[in-house]
């Protein structure tokens, strides 16, 4: 490992991290949107993992998760990051309208906002991924307001990490974000609308079957056949179960009719795109086309011609 990091903070992700599977690849110093210190972990499979097969995790430099109230989601946040690093992109996720992104550049954790609003922000940015290069992106500012984030036990990137993605991709599917080849950072709205307290459990979808399984076909499609190259993703993730209200337990019951059907090919909880699934191609490539149309922002023509009376 190298680091120039040495505190009872790296010790002690070293050690959860091992319980899990994972390296700790490198432990360096960092800061927050407010430079203060962070500490900010690569994460990976093995000593070698290359740079693609990595994920980061930025904390509070001073950050005690070795409690019982927060103990256990760091210790299933390693758990579902062992999962995610074996997608050939486990920075990739796939939205319901049918956008293949990735998500970078985050800086944790929270902060609060400069604006004087009463809410704490995430930065990061959100990358077009349909395997051509595209430049087309989103800065965001994810935004939490001080009553969800009571909710959350500590402001810190295991204990958010997911709903903020979550919420980002269901501001895309609002089309209320643009992707652009440069422009500003555009707001993504986390409240507590997401939020069910009676349920304890976030909501971001009210999907019905038919839209699940059109969402496993999609990511199949673009992470495994597209940007991963014929090579299997993850298809139980929470994360996605989460998104989709449902749980991972449908998601594997999808992915086998799936595979009766021909369209996917199932090992336990990863599946590969097969030559039927990549068949579809047009009709996913057009899906994407509409939802990036989705996200234009559209203009009253009588207020362009400066037929109003404002």
Known sequence: MTTTLNTSLTAAIEAASRHAGLSVLSAEPGTDFHGKPTAI????????AAAEHTLQLQLSEGFDFDKPELLPAITQHFAEEAKRL?????????TLEGLPISFGELVWPFHRSTSGSDTYIVHGVVRLED???????????????????????????PYAESFIY????????????????????????VTTRYYSR????????????????????????????????GQPVWIADPR????????????????????NEGLLSLDG??????????ARGEAYHAKLAAALQLTKPTFNEEMRHGHTNM
Not at 86 to 94: E, I, K, L, S
Not at 175 to 188: A, D, I, T, Y
């Open 166 to 189: 979550n919420a980002v991709r269901k501001t895309l599917d609002q089309g209320q974000l643009e992707l652009l080849k440069s422009g500003n950072r555009q707001p993504v709205p």
């Open 198 to 229: 009676w349920q304890k459990k976030f909501f971001f979808a009210d999907t019905d079957q038919q839209q699940r399984r059109e969402y496993l076909a999609l990511k199949v499609y673009w992470l495994s056949g597209v940007l991963g190259g």
């Open 131 to 157: 395997g051509t290069g595209t430049p087309l992106h989103a800065k965001i500012a994810a935004s939490m307001t001080v009553t969800f984030a009571e909710i959350v036990p500590a402001p810190e990137q």
């Open 86 to 94: 074996q997608n050939p992109r486990p920075d990739c996720y796939v």
């Open 269 to 278: 909880e990863f599946a590969t795109a097969t030559a039927a699934l990549m």
């Open 41 to 48: 972990f690569r994460l990976g499979l093995s000593d070698t």
């Open 240 to 259: 996605d179960a989460q998104y989709l209200n449902t749980t991972t337990d449908e998601l594997i019951k999808m992915a086998s009719d799936y595979t």
